[in-house]
């Protein structure tokens, strides 16, 4: 069973086309991490939400953390090529301490 | 400023052999932790260095994996015999004060 359980898995779509990715748990999380890897690469951290319900928008991603806390969504508008790449949820554990990952979205945007 | 360096970056060894992972985290940050991905699963927590003691190693798979942090600099992990199931991405972590973590590139090792 994964802590962490991402949707879709994989994702190829046209450029300028919108996408949503979920990140979803049965447990309550203080806070709830995004990340994006590229091919070669680590994992890059893009944002963290803390609070139930909250939105934050990092130009055309934008990210909400559900109401209660367990779920996560991520949304990204006209997409470019240069979206291409693994997305991660993530939580932070024991104080940020470390840091567990999900199962991972790998999206692909086709020019 | 320089990233995390991971070395090598690909790494191809025969089952029972030994290897010896590095990674230079960023100047400064006195958290350094170990990461790996195997195939088809997601990155897992391996331990966890806060300059050169071992805060956190409860994800290390059993005894034939052995990190240092000699100095609180460097850190190195090494895999000794190595098994078939040991193959993955290795990716190493820093950061300042526990907060934000930066990823190196990872080192690939293949097992055969």
């Known amino acids: 069973t994964q802590l962490l359980e991402q949707s879709p898995q994989f994702l190829s779509i046209q450029e300028g086309e919108n996408l949503t990715v979920y990140c979803n748990s049965s447990s309550v999380f203080s806070s709830l991490q995004w990340y994006r890897q590229e091919p070669g690469e680590g994992p890059v951290l893009l944002v963290t939400v803390v609070t139930g319900g909250e939105v934050k928008k990092l130009k055309r991603l934008t990210f909400q953390f559900g109401d209660a806390r367990k779920d996560s969504s991520l949304h990204i508008t006209a997409a470019q090529p240069g979206d291409t790449g693994l997305y991660l949820c993530?939580?932070?554990?024991?104080?940020?301490?470390?840091?567990?990952f999900g199962t991972g979205t790998k999206l692909q945007v086709i020019p | 400023e320089a990233g995390v360096t991971q070395f090598p970056s690909h790494s191809v060894i025969e089952k029972g052999q030994t290897v010896t992972l590095r990674c230079d985290p960023i100047?400064?940050?006195?958290?350094l932790y170990w990461y790996r991905r195997v195939m088809g699963k997601e990155i897992k927590f391996l331990l966890h260095f806060v300059k050169e003691s071992k805060q956190d190693e409860s994800g290390m798979p059993n005894n034939r994996f052995l990190a240092e942090r000699t100095g609180g600099t460097y850190s190195t992990l090494k895999v000794q015999p190595a098994e078939l199931e040991d193959s993955g991405v290795y990716f190493c972590?820093?950061?300042?004060?526990?907060?934000?973590?930066?990823f190196g590139p990872g080192t690939r090792l293949t097992v055969l």
């Open positions: 100047s400064g940050h006195d958290n």
């Open positions: 972590a820093s950061s300042p004060r526990g907060n934000t973590q930066y």
């Open positions: 993530a939580v932070p554990r024991g104080g940020y301490q470390k840091v567990t």
